[in-house]
Structures are given as structure tokens and as C-alpha cells.
DNA sequence: AATTTTCATTTGTCAGACATTTAAAAGTCT
DNA sequence: AGACTTTTAAATGTCTGACAAATGAAAATT
């Protein structure tokens, strides 16, 4: 593990990407310690600083977790689906808000990605799967239900629905993108009527998805993209015209 | 912006953790610049050392860019999709090689995705797309090509199949997932024979774009999931049997 | 007016100190 | 001998103070 002395970037930066390919490429092992930071101090010949916010980036990455004590120290991590999870919807949310993502866009992404579960959902689901996106169904058509507690139950029922796949790699993407567009899905106003056709939609989901009807799935999953389109552009429309009055 | 004092994690931890939060909530907005270093540990009643290893921590998700000099400091950064691109690779990367994730899974999880773009890329291709893809089939074909090229071939052909869906999100969740199996990929090896039967479904795809023909897309996408996922099988049957003997 | 110099501010790095945590090792008691 | 307590060494976490280096604004000079 060595740092390239004509790279200009902060000596800092130089150290966590040495270690982070060393993570990457196998020469470290999860669970693997590192030197204490005093010996990477001396290895790298910074002083201890450096080393430790070399450390912290790499703990901000989740690619180490350090224990103090004794016998502590940095450990390689074996990142979790939560964890990673965790990060993509950060990076992803920030990535949508800050780089004007046209709400057509994000959803068209977003409804693409649900349909590509589809068919492992169609073939994998089981009873608590559609147990909860019943009870969600249920939830949804109650009156009275704040704007929150709508959205929350939204993303759990889709969120059953990926997790139907019952492929991990797919629930940890698909969950990353559907939490990520929540807050692009916030300048929506739910009206009573548009809750209602959006239920109707989930139903339909739901007893196809029941049915291991897979291309129904699809079908409703389109048009529930289209309608969500829809009402994102009535709002985007009804704010245009308000601003040039 | 408080950090909590029964929060039994490190400081620097809870401080990164506060101005993280100020960002996404939209407390503070790109461009503009953090306090110094020396005003934050003031405001947080920390050293100067325990702020920098906060912002160290965001720095390595890009959540902050860092300049020096007298108007320098930390300024929250516009994360690019080229930055988020990178840090998926790295988490998806070490998250598919650290938790075992089985080859059918991830090639399950990858096609599907690619699927999801086939109804955009057969609407928004152009010739740039379906050039770049005939122009990998073509490469792809020459005889003598070494491992490496073939992958490195692959994934350009199935990059610019996503890109034809013109639809950012989709192209950065994509290629995400795409370049994340490429470790697993490797193990597989690509014979003649295996090297023509996949050019031939390039092909199939390709051809189905460039007549906008979506389902014919997603068909060869299948197959071509089911092909790769019969050569990964076959090698892990043939390392069984050779552990055995 | 253009150029150069000075200067204040800020991040980057270093050295050394002490606090805190932790598990092993040593000691003590029954 | 075994269970419990104390000690201890090693490691991270935090703080202080210092200096280097970069950088743009302001002042001085030509």
C-alpha cells in the first residue's frame, strides 16, 4: 500500500484511497484489522491526524468500523444491504434534488425499475407479501389519512411488493430509488379522488400479483406511472399558472 | 444545528451527522460555504481536529467540497452523476463480493434492470446508440480478443443500450448495477463458443432497437440472462466436481 | 492603469498530551 | 481449583498549539 507523491490531493484522501483499493481489490479481508493508526502514521510517514481523517472517510463509506480498547482498532467491514441501503438513498436523494430532475424523469426511472420485479415477484411472492399489501390497501382507503401517513403506506406496499422478488440485490436497488423520489412525489396533493384511483391500481397490482399474473402487473404498474405523471404535471401546471398571475 | 448529547457515538460522527441533515433538509444549499473550521468547533464546542474529521466524513461522500486560502473553506457540493456513479460502484461492488450474493441472483437483478430501460431505449434511441453497439458487436467478434477487452466490450455494449433509454436516473442506476457485476462476471470464461452465441444476441437486441421494437428487446435480454446464467452455472459445477476429486 | 507586493484568512499537516475504553493478564479470595 | 476483582497495556477519541501553504483582496508601486 503505497501513495503517490505526485498526486496533488490531500495527503488524507491519498491514504483512504490506498487502503480503500487495498478493500477493494482483496488485499484486505472483511474483519481483517488494520495497523493501529500510530504504525499507518509511521507507514505512510504522516503524522496521526492525517491517518485518522483518512480513517473517517473511510468509516463515512462504511468500508472500516473501529473499536477502541486494547485489542481495538480498524476492522475491514462486511457492509449490509441495510447499510449500503442507507448511503444510496442519501446519494440519491441529494442527487435528485440538487441536479433538477424533471419529476417525468424520476418517475418514469422509478416505475421502469418496479416493473422489472415483475416477474421474479410474480413468481416468488408469498401470502405475507400480499397479507401487507392488502393491509396497506386498507390503510390507503381509510379517510382522514394525512398526506404523510399516505405516502408512508405507499412506499410500504411497494416496498412488499419488491421484496416479492425475493432477490436482495434488487429489493437494496429498488428500495434505494423508491425512497429517493419521495420527496420529489411530496409536491403532489393526494385529493380523495386521485387516492381512490391510485387504490383501485394497487388493488388490480395485487390481484394480479396474487394470480402469478406477471404482464398484468406490468400493465398496471404502466398505467399507475402514467397516472402518477399525471398529477405531477397538473400541480406543475397549476403552479405556472399562479406565478404568471 | 445541535448535535445530541445522549448520542453515545464519536463527536465528529454526531457533527457530520448534523450538517448532513442541514443539507438534505435544505438548511443549507449548494454552493454555499460552511462556517470555518475554527467558528465551527466554536459553535459545537469542539477542537478544531473533531470538526475536521466531521467534515472528512462528508467530504468522502461528496456532500462538501474543501478549497484553501483566504476565501476558501468547506462549501456544500452539487453532487454530480458521475459522482454518484462512483460511489454506487464502489458500495454495490464491495456489497455483491462481501455478502456472497449468489451469481444467479445478481445476473437475475442486472437483467431485470436493463429490461426495465427497454421500452425508453427503443423510443429514444438514435444512430449514436445503435453505432456504438454494432460497433462493440463488431469488436467483439475479432478472433484472439483477450478476456478483458471481451468485458470491457460487454459493458460498453450494455451501456449504451442504457443510455439510449435517455433517461439520466435509469443510466446511473444502471450502470451502477452493470459495472458492479463485472467481479462476478469474471469468473466466468468466455470460450469461441460462448463469445458467438452472445454476439448473436447483441445482435438480436441491437436490431430489435433499431426497429423500436421493445418486446423483441426485452425477449433477447432474457435469453441472453438465461445464457449467462447457464455459463456461470456450469463453471461452479465444474470447480464442484474439481473439489471433489 | 497595470503590475507587484503585502496581508489576512483558511485549510492542511504535525507534534504532543491526556481521557476513555477495552480485553487480557495478574492478583485475590473462597 | 475456580470465581471474582484489580491492574495494566494498548488502542481510539479529544484537545491544544503550532506552523506551512494556498489564495484572493487590498495596498503599494511602477
Redesign the pocket.
Known amino acids: 500500500m503505497k501513495i503517490n507523491p505526485n498526486d496533488a490531493a ?4 491519498q491514504i483512504a484511497k490506498a487502503i480503500r483499493d487495498a478493500i477493494i481489490n482483496g488485499q484486505l479481508i472483511v474483519d481483517e484489522r ?1 495497523p ?3 504504525e499507518l ?1 509511521e507507514q505512510f ?6 491517518v ?2 483518512a ?1 473517517k472517510r473511510l468509516a463515512a463509506q462504511s468500508l472500516i468500523r ?9 476492522f475491514v467491514n462486511r457492509i449490509s444491504f441495510e447499510e449500503a441501503h442507507g448511503q444510496q438513498i442519501t446519494t440519491s436523494t441529494l442527487l435528485l434534488s440538487m441536479n433538477a430532475v424533471s419529476f417525468d424523469v424520476a418517475c418514469d426511472a422509478r416505475f421502469a425499475m418496479e416493473r422489472a420485479c415483475a416477474p421474479f415477484a410474480a413468481e416468488h411472492r408469498n401470502a405475507d407479501h400480499l397479507a401487507t399489501m392488502r393491509a396497506e390497501i386498507h390503510r390507503q382507503s381509510q379517510p382522514g389519512l394525512s398526506d404523510e401517513s399516505w405516502c408512508a403506506s405507499d412506499v410500504a406496499f411497494h416496498r412488499a411488493l419488491v421484496d416479492a422478488a425475493d432477490n436482495p440485490v434488487l429489493s437494496y436497488q429498488l428500495a434505494g430509488a423508491v425512497e429517493a423520489m419521495q420527496p420529489l412525489m411530496n409536491i403532489i396533493t393526494f385529493t380523495a379522488r386521485s387516492r381512490e384511483r391510485i387504490i383501485e391500481l394497487h388493488t388490480d397490482i395485487t390481484d394480479a400479483l396474487e394470480a402469478h399474473d406477471s404482464a398484468s402487473i406490468e400493465k398496471s404498474l404502466i398505467n399507475l406511472s402514467t397516472y402518477t405523471k399525471t398529477l405531477g404535471d397538473d400541480v406543475i401546471a397549476a403552479k405556472q399558472k399562479a406565478s404568471q398571475t
Open positions: 490531500d495527503l488524507s484522501a488494520l493501529s493508526e500510530a502514521a510517514d504522516v503524522s496521526r491526524s492525517t485518522r481523517e480513517l473501529t473499536q477502541r480498547g486494547a485489542f481495538g482498532g480498524a
